[in-house]
T-cell receptor
C-alpha cells in the first residue's frame, strides 16, 4: 500500500518569510517517483517537480527547493522569501513503478502568504 | 496553445440525473485520468485510460462511467448511482502511463447537486 501524508493542513506566513511544506510517504517499492503540484485559487494543478527514488540530490529552482531523504521517507518543499503569489494549496504525490502512472496524493497544505 | 480543456466550469444537477463532464486535450498524450477532489482533501482517482478504447477503474469508480473513443477526448459521466456527486472534478493527461511521466491537469469542473 502507498500513502502520502502532509501533516500541515494550513500554514500562514508573512511575505518574505521562508516556509517549508512537509511530505512523508510510505511505499514498499524500491522504484518510485515523488511529485509536487501547486493548486492556485483557479483550481488547476500545476506541476512543480518530479524526483525518482534513486536520486536524492536536492534541487533548487529559483526560490523553490526540495529536500528528498529516503532515510526518513520525506520529500519536503521550501519556499524562500515567500510572496503573496505563492498562496495556494500544495500537493505532494507518489507513484510506484508497479502501479503504472497512478498518483497517490497527500491531503494538501494550504499556504497563505500575507503582505 | 496546447493544453487540456474541461467544460463546463460550473455544473448544477438535480438529484437523479446523469451528467457528463467534458475533457479534451491537444497534447497528443496517450494517457488520460479523472480525479475527484472534495473540500480540504487530496485528489482521488476515478478512472484512467492508457490508450484509445481502453480504460480502467481507479479507487472510487462506483457511480461513474467513461469512454475513450478518441485520443483527444475522455468524457466522464456522473450517474444517479453516485451517492454524493458534489465535488470538484479534474481531468489530467500524460505522454504515456509510465511512472515517470508528470500529469498535466485541466482547469476542473465544479459539480453541485441541488
Amino acid at each position: 500500500a502507498q500513502k502520502v501524508t502532509q501533516a500541515q493542513t494550513e500554514i500562514s506566513v508573512v511575505e518574505k518569510e521562508d516556509v517549508t511544506l512537509d511530505c512523508v510517504y510510505e511505499t514498499r517499492d524500491t522504484t518510485y517517483y515523488l511529485f509536487w503540484y501547486k493548486q492556485p485559487p483557479s483550481g488547476e494543478l500545476v506541476f512543480l517537480i518530479r524526483r525518482n527514488s534513486f536520486d536524492e540530490q536536492n534541487e533548487i529552482s529559483g526560490r523553490y527547493s526540495w529536500n528528498f531523504q529516503k532515510s526518513t521517507s520525506s520529500f519536503n518543499f521550501t519556499i524562500t522569501a515567500s510572496q503573496v503569489v505563492d498562496s495556494a494549496v500544495y500537493f505532494c504525490a507518489l507513484s510506484e513503478e508497479d502501479a503504472g502512472n497512478m498518483l497517490t496524493f497527500g491531503g494538501g497544505t494550504r499556504l497563505m502568504v500575507k503582505p | 496553445d496546447g493544453g487540456i480543456t474541461q467544460s463546463p466550469k460550473y455544473l448544477f444537477r438535480k438529484e437523479g440525473q446523469n451528467v457528463t463532464l467534458s475533457c479534451e486535450q491537444n497534447l497528443n498524450h496517450d494517457a488520460m485520468y479523472w480525479y475527484r477532489q472534495d473540500p480540504g482533501q487530496g485528489l482521488r482517482l476515478i478512472y484512467y485510460s492508457q490508450i484509445v478504447n481502453d480504460f480502467q477503474k481507479g479507487d472510487i469508480a462506483e457511480g461513474y462511467s467513461v469512454s475513450r473513443e478518441k485520443k483527444e477526448s475522455f468524457p466522464l459521466t456522473v450517474t444517479s448511482a453516485q451517492k454524493n456527486p458534489t465535488a470538484f472534478y479534474l481531468c489530467a493527461s500524460s505522454i504515456t502511463s509510465g511512472t515517470y511521466n508528470e500529469q498535466f491537469f485541466g482547469p476542473g469542473t465544479r459539480l453541485t447537486v441541488l
